[in-house]
């Protein structure tokens, strides 16, 4: 079992910047991958970035060059740097861990950008 708890969303004009931090408690050990997804109301929740084990990342097309995410292993956390904010970035956004088949969700943070 993984417990994952978001912080720092909020409401930002179009070209600020956000970071979302996921602290991660439980199994720890036994996570491949750690990602962020997003939902807009209305559609589907989306991949946004995900790092694995190994630092690896893979980002969203909708994103590159614009969110950066990282990883503490020191202090179990998952960071999402967002600049260059868009008003469609708006979206409740998820931190995301898997281990093996399994998936475990955060409660979700909500990021606003206005025009």
């Known amino acids: 079992q993984v417990q994952l708890v978001e912080s720092g969303g909020g409401l930002v004009q179009a070209g600020g910047s956000l970071r979302l931090s996921c602290a991660a408690s439980?199994?720890?050990?036994?996570?491949?991958?750690m990602g962020w997804y997003r939902q807009a109301p209305g559609q589907q929740r989306e991949l946004v970035a995900v790092?694995?084990?190994?630092?690896?990342?893979n980002y969203a097309d909708s994103v590159k060059g614009r969110f950066t995410i990282s990883r503490d292993n020191f202090k179990n956390t998952v960071y999402l740097q967002m600049i260059s904010l868009k008003p469609e970035d708006t979206a409740v956004y998820y931190c995301?861990?898997?281990?093996?088949?399994?998936?475990?969700w955060g409660q979700g943070t909500q990021v606003t950008v206005s025009s």
């Open positions: 439980g199994s720890i050990a036994s996570i491949n991958s």
């Open positions: 790092i694995t084990t190994g630092g690896s990342p």
């Open positions: 995301n861990a898997r281990i093996l088949i399994y998936q475990y």
